[in-house]
């Protein structure tokens, strides 16, 4: 009984899961807006590139314990000053993508590549 039982769990689980990969699998094929994370930490962005699309969300996360910035090179946009374990959000409009970098530390630079 409590085999079955427990089979029966995981057949459930798996299908579960298996539905759940299929919906974010259309999701990403549809063109559906995609949340993305960018971690700060040790003077750097991670990750250095992002493919983003019209609508996403990207999210910086400061680690670091120095405050940062994320600017676009060209000035066109600017995710604004982020403190220590601090978090800024932007959606990905038309024609916001390009190399960016912190302000206060020029070094650190990124791209996000608008697909």
Do not use: Q
């Amino acid at each position: 009984m409590y085999r079955r039982r427990f089979l029966a769990s995981l057949v459930a689980a798996v299908a579960a899961t298996t539905a759940s990969l299929k919906l974010n699998a259309a999701s990403a094929s549809s063109g559906a807006p995609v949340s993305h994370t960018v971690k700060i930490a040790n003077f750097a962005f991670s990750p250095a590139t992002l493919s983003v699309g019209v609508g996403d969300r990207v999210t910086w996360i400061n680690m670091d314990i120095v405050p940062h910035t994320a600017t676009a090179d060209d000035g066109s946009w600017d995710a604004g000053e982020l403190g220590p374990n601090e978090r800024k959000e932007i959606v990905v409009t038309e024609g916001l993508g390009g190399s960016y970098y912190c302000r206060f530390h020029p070094a650190m630079t990124a791209k996000l590549d608008l697909v």
